[in-house]
């Protein structure tokens, strides 16, 4: 059963904007993702290489952060139900490092709507930004979504 609580491609405005609930990185976060990836990099998994890096510390994996970044975009709501397909990371910049213990929200704000009468719906380009608690901008990019027209 599909429940709808996201929005269809017509309710989409420019300019429409959302924000996440905060997620705190953990260590474990951190080891899981190594262990799933094979990303074993000192930076990451080290704790003494980290010391004598420019950071000073262990620092998430830019994909983790891109993958929590996914997460807490799901977790808005705003395509629950309704998202055809997550079609392209349009750009994406990894600005500063997440380290563990940091809390990350994602802001999104649509930036461009085309319809695709002919895949039910239409194309959302979402510009993102995974902040911290410090409301730094650690990750920023667009992403472009497929989502379901209203049904008749």
């Known amino acids: 059963m599909n429940i709808q609580r996201g929005k269809y491609f017509e309710e989409f405005e420019l300019g429409m904007s959302f924000t996440s609930p905060g997620r705190t990185v953990t260590e474990s976060d951190i080891v899981s993702f190594a262990g799933l990836s094979g990303d074993y990099t000192q930076i990451h998994t080290d704790a003494e290489f980290s010391k004598s890096t420019v950071v000073g510390e262990r620092v998430a994996?830019?994909?983790?952060?891109?993958?929590?970044?996914?997460?807490?975009?799901?977790?808005t709501g705003v395509l629950e139900g309704t998202v055809i397909a997550f079609r392209e990371i349009v750009e994406w910049k990894f600005v500063k490092p997440i380290f563990i213990g940091?809390?990350?929200?994602?802001?999104?704000?649509?930036?461009?709507?085309?319809?695709?009468?002919?895949?039910?719906?239409?194309?959302?380009?979402?510009?993102?930004?995974?902040?911290?608690?410090?409301?730094?901008?650690?990750?920023?990019?667009?992403?472009?979504?497929l989502v379901s027209s209203t049904p008749e």
Do not use: C, F, Y
């Open 61 to 75: 994996h830019g994909l983790l952060g891109l993958a929590i970044a996914s997460g807490l975009a799901v977790r």
């Open 102 to 145: 940091d809390t990350v929200r994602v802001t999104q704000e649509v930036v461009e709507l085309k319809s695709l009468p002919r895949l039910g719906g239409g194309a959302v380009n979402i510009e993102l930004r995974l902040l911290n608690q410090h409301d730094d901008v650690v990750m920023k990019g667009v992403w472009k979504v």
